[in-house]
C-alpha cells in the first residue's frame, strides 16, 4: 500500500468513527427524549383524568395525590414507623433471600448438571417443587417461623432458588464439549475441570438468572409481608388496602420499584466487572 495513501486512510477511518458514534449519541438523546416524553404524557393524562372525573380517584388516585402520600411518609413517617426502616427491613429480607437462594441454586445447579445420576434422582422431586405455586408457601412458612424476618427470607429463597438452579443446570450442561475432553486428556481432575471449563461456561447463564431472582426475591419478601408482618413495604400495601387508600398502594409500589432499579444496577455492575473479559460493545461506548 502506497505511504502517501495511509494518513489520508487512517484520517477517513477516523471520520467514519465519529460519525457513527455522534449517530448513537444522537438516537440515544431521541430515546431518552421519548422515554421522558412517554411519561410525562401517561403522568399528565392521569391527573387530567382524575381532576375530570374521568375515572373515580378514590380507586385510582392521581399522580399528585400519589406524590403527597410519598411526601408525608417522608416526612412525617408511616404507621408503622419512619419510611426506611420500613424500606431497609424489606431490602434485609429481600437481601438474604437472593444471596442464600442464588448460593443454594448455583451449588445445586453445578452438582446435579456435572452428575447424571444425582440429576436423574432428584429431577421428578424438583419438577414436582417447582410446579408448587411458590407464593402460597409464604402461609406455610408464617405458621411454621411466625411474623418475623425468617418466614419472609424463606419465601424468597424459595422464589430465587428454582430460577438460579434452572440457569445453572442448563449452563452446565451447555458447557463445550470438547474444552471439557480436551481438559480430561491433559490430565485436569473432575474439580479443576468443573472451576476452570464449567463454570466460567456457566457464569453467562447464572448471572442473567440474577437479574430475574432479585425481583423476585423482592416479590417473595413483600408477599410474606402482605400475609402477615409488623414492619416492611409489604405491610404498608396492606394498610393502605384495608383503609382503601390507592395512593398509599401506589406510593408504595413506586417505592418498591426504585428499590429494583438501584439493585438492577448494582447487579449490572457485578456482572461487567465479573465478565470484564468479554469485548465491549461499540453501542455500549457512545451512552
Known amino acids: ?51 375530570t372525573k374521568l375515572i373515580d380517584p378514590f380507586f385510582y388516585s ?25 424500606v431497609l427491613v424489606t431490602l434485609e429480607e429481600t437481601t438474604l433471600g437472593f444471596l442464600i437462594g442464588a448460593v443454594l441454586g448455583i451449588i445445586c445447579g453445578i452438582a446435579l448438571g456435572r452428575n447424571r445420576l444425582l440429576a436423574d434422582i432428584f429431577s421428578i422431586y424438583i419438577k414436582v417443587a417447582n410446579s408448587v405455586p411458590r407464593v402460597v408457601l409464604g402461609s406455610i412458612f408464617i405458621i411454621a417461623l411466625g411474623l418475623g424476618m425468617a418466614s419472609k427470607v424463606a419465601l424468597a429463597v424459595v422464589m430465587v432458588f428454582f430460577v438460579v438452579f434452572g440457569n445453572a443446570f442448563q449452563g452446565v450442561r451447555e458447557a463445550d464439549g470438547n474444552l471439557i475432553a480436551n481438559a480430561k ?73 426504585v428499590v429494583a432499579l438501584l439493585a438492577e444496577y448494582l447487579i ?10 468479554r469485548p465491549v460493545q461499540f453501542s455500549e461506548t457512545a451512552h
Open 1 to 51: 500500500m502506497n505511504r502517501a495513501a495511509s494518513p489520508a486512510l487512517d484520517e477517513e477511518i477516523a471520520r467514519i468513527e465519529r460519525a457513527s458514534v455522534r449517530a448513537i449519541r444522537n438516537r440515544w438523546r431521541v430515546v431518552y427524549a421519548l422515554r421522558i416524553a412517554v411519561l410525562v404524557v401517561t403522568l399528565g393524562g392521569w391527573e387530567l383524568a382524575g381532576q
Open 62 to 86: 392521581m399522580p399528585s395525590q400519589i406524590a403527597s402520600q410519598l411526601w408525608t411518609w417522608i416526612t412525617e413517617g408511616t404507621s408503622q414507623g419512619p419510611l426506611w426502616v420500613q
Open 185 to 257: 486428556i491433559l490430565g485436569a481432575s473432575s474439580r479443576r475441570i468443573t472451576y476452570s471449563v464449567v463454570l466460567p461456561s456457566a457464569l453467562t447463564w447464572i448471572l442473567a438468572s440474577l437479574h430475574v431472582s432479585f425481583g423476585f426475591a423482592l416479590v417473595g419478601a413483600v408477599v410474606g409481608e402482605f400475609l402477615g408482618s409488623r414492619q416492611g413495604i409489604g405491610l404498608l400495601i396492606a394498610t393502605a388496602q384495608g383503609a382503601f387508600n390507592a395512593a398509599g398502594v401506589f406510593a408504595a409500589m413506586i417505592v418498591l420499584a
Open 268 to 277: 449490572t455492575q457485578l456482572e461487567d466487572w465479573l465478565l470484564k473479559w
